[in-house]
């Protein structure tokens, strides 16, 4: 039953779509009957990417928790996400993330998990899904990783002109470091938005920024000069940094 079911596998993407039709529905039924794991395993890896591909989304999905693994059915789930996002199928793909996220993975293999998540948030924002991307980052195990995957949006969304947009995203992020790496990178792009546009966007993100630690603030305020440089000229900088210097002689370290 291996044997044969592999090589139609193989033979699939020649046949005529009636014929692909009759085949995929034996395969996918035919599958159930073999007993040996490893067999079925080896078998469904390479038949859920060709169920995607041919438009058979639900038989795809359907077919994974066939795979007894659980680290194998997570990484098939994985890849399937990917390759619906691809397919122009972000809500399926969105689906697919939540049945990754609800799999009692062994721990070793949380991060890799993570990892999938946060390739499937930025596939998803690379294809012009950004809310999608958004929701996906927040399912992911991890105030940590879900910063990463939030950094990562941010990004790619200034690396397609979406500036505005992208610094909306990096000024949530609550971790510094991934809000650091975010914000360092888009202030060169911010600074050339029209005054126009600049202005209130800072106006609105001052309050947000205020939120969290002095520590914090200061940081974000001296990795976004840039731009407040475009907003007064120099003078505006030299007086922000004279400014933080204050603030550090009469707001003690452990303030936060």
Do not use: C
Not at 17 to 26: F, S
Not at 101 to 129: M, P, Q, T
Request: charged share 25%.
């Amino acid at each position: 039953m291996e044997n044969r079911a592999s090589a139609t596998i193989i033979l699939v993407s020649h046949l005529s779509a009636l014929e692909r039709n009759e085949i995929l529905k034996w395969i996918t039924h035919a599958i159930k009957k073999i007993e040996n794991t490893s067999s079925r395993e080896r078998i469904i890896r390479p038949l859920v990417p060709l169920l995607a591909k041919f438009g058979y989304h639900e038989d795809a999905v359907a077919i994974v928790p066939e795979i007894w693994d659980v680290n194998e059915r997570a990484s098939v789930l994985g890849d399937l996400a990917l390759q619906l996002v691809e397919l122009g199928y972000p809500e399926k793909a969105q689906e697919v993330a939540q049945m990754l996220v609800k799999i009692e993975i062994n721990k070793g293999w949380e991060l890799a998990r993570a990892r999938d998540l946060i390739d499937i948030s930025i596939s998803l924002v690379k294809s012009g899904y950004f809310e999608e991307a958004l929701n996906t980052s927040q399912i992911i195990n991890g105030e940590w990783n879900q910063a990463e995957a939030l950094a990562n949006i941010s990004l790619e969304m200034g690396r397609m002109g979406y500036v505005k947009e992208a610094f909306i995203v990096a000024r949530k992020i609550e971790y510094q470091h991934w809000r650091t790496e975010a914000l360092t990178k888009l202030a060169a792009e911010l600074e050339m938005l029209p005054i126009n546009i600049l202005y209130p966007l800072w106006i609105e993100s001052l309050p947000v920024l205020t939120t969290r630690s002095r520590k914090n603030l200061l940081n974000d305020l001296i990795v976004l000069g840039p731009v407040i440089t475009a907003l007064g000229g120099s003078r505006a900088k030299d007086s922000l940094f004279s400014a933080i210097q204050d603030v550090g002689h009469w707001w003690p370290e452990s303030v936060n």
